[in-house]
């Protein structure tokens, strides 16, 4: 009988900050959470997600239509880095970066574990369906 050798995986063995541009890329469930607007509780910090997604959210994919020129566009919208963990906070509790940052596991339906590029959407996780955009909540 000989030893079993257990394979680890790139997110399971680095820590966020040793993760090559693409394995960083790869941790995004592609979720769009990040892309709803948010209130934040004057007196507690608290965090509140709203339905409305940022005006530059194409609703059905989840996808940013403006990717490249998004700080500019919105200067809100933060770029998640190793370096910044202070954001982390904002992301929602199943984000695979803050997930990863608090020291825990991915989820079975994040599509890095699943395989399937759909399985955040399958499980329920996205934002697809569940939220309006920003141009149509205030008109703008
Ligand atoms: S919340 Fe996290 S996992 Fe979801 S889209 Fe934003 S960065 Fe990606
Ligand atoms: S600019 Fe793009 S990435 Fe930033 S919040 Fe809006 S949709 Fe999301």
């Not at 680890?8 to 820590?15: G, L, R, T």
């Not at 596991?105 to 939220?131: C, F, Q, Y």
Request: charged fraction near 25%; charge should be negative; hydrophobic fraction near 30%.
């Amino acid at each position: 009988m000989g030893y079993g050798c257990v394979m680890k995986h790139f997110w399971e063995e680095k820590a966020l900050s040793e993760m090559s541009a693409d394995e960083w890329d790869r941790l995004c469930d592609g979720c769009a959470r990040c892309c709803v607007l948010k209130e934040q509780d004057e007196d507690t910090g608290e965090v509140t997600y709203t339905n409305i997604a940022c005006r530059y959210l194409e609703l059905k994919s989840c996808c940013c239509t403006c990717y490249e020129s998004r700080n500019k566009l919105v200067p809100e919208c933060i770029n998640l880095s190793p370096e910044e963990t202070k954001h982390f906070a904002w992301l929602p509790s199943t984000c695979a970066y803050r997930l990863l940052h608090e020291g825990q596991s991915l989820p079975e339906w994040h599509p890095l574990i699943s395989g399937s590029k759909n399985s955040t959407r399958d499980a329920g996780m996205s934002i697809r369906n569940r939220v309006i955009s920003e141009t149509d909540a205030f008109g703008t």
